[in-house]
């Protein structure tokens, strides 16, 4: 069945340093989506990535989805304490399947 | 624009009992979706609907079964609940096909099986 592993579990960051989060799946996928959670709230879609190898920006944040389909990362530069909240990955493949996701704290 | 709306918003249960949680969206979207999150761990489907008539098992259904009422509302009913299916669940909506394809959720319920 689908897998999609996301490490690490938990990221303790000071403001101003960069996170990045790690998304795999035992499968390739179509496509893969980030959504962000914050403490208490649902989650919020952040991206959508299709094509192998694409880079995308928002602002601080940049995905990247591997050349083999199989692995994705989200990275934030510079995080602020606006960042803390939970990140998922997403297969699309099929049915939506999120992953474990990283719990990002920030401290000031 | 609503979006996603999902009630109750809590509920406490004995078990035993049952109860149907309700989602409506008002987006137009196909495909609908229940996820259950327990406290640290990520969202795990329950059920999906990829359309209108359509229902189809996701991660974990034991327990659990689904109506799509129409193409707006899918519930999700417990039968005999547990205290492990205390949990959040939030319903979500999406509409199939390229370019976007991302995911609306509801604000959540929160049960409690005592």
């Known amino acids: 069945g689908q897998q999609v592993m996301q490490i690490p579990q938990y990221q303790h960051v000071q403001e101003g340093e960069d996170f990045t989060t790690y998304c795999n799946s035992s499968t390739t996928l179509s496509n893969i989506q980030w959504y962000k959670q914050r403490p208490g709230g649902h989650p919020v879609f952040l991206i959508q990535?299709?094509?192998?190898?694409e880079v995308k920006k928002q602002k601080r944040l940049t995905f990247q989805f591997g050349e083999a389909k199989k692995n994705s990362s989200l990275h934030i530069t510079a995080t602020q304490t606006t960042d803390v909240g939970t990140y998922f990955c997403?297969?699309?493949?099929?049915?939506?399947?999120f992953g474990t996701g990283t719990r990002l704290q920030v401290f000031p | 624009n609503a979006g996603v709306t999902q009630t109750p918003k809590f509920q406490v249960l004995k078990t035993g009992q049952s109860m149907t949680l309700q989602c409506a969206q008002d987006?137009?979207?196909?495909?609908m979706y229940w996820y259950r999150q327990d406290p640290g761990m990520g969202l795990r489907l329950i059920y999906y609907s990829a359309s209108e008539g359509t229902t189809d098992k996701g991660e974990v259904p034991n327990g659990y079964n689904v109506s799509r009422l129409n193409k707006r509302e899918f519930s999700l009913r417990l039968e005999s609940a547990a205290p492990s299916q205390t949990s959040v669940y939030f319903c979500a909506s999406s509409e199939a096909g390229l370019p976007s394809t991302e995911a609306f959720f509801g604000q959540g319920t929160r049960l409690t099986v005592v």
């Open positions: 990535l299709v094509k192998s190898g």
């Open positions: 987006m137009n979207h196909n495909s």
């Open positions: 997403a297969d699309n493949t099929d049915k939506l399947i």
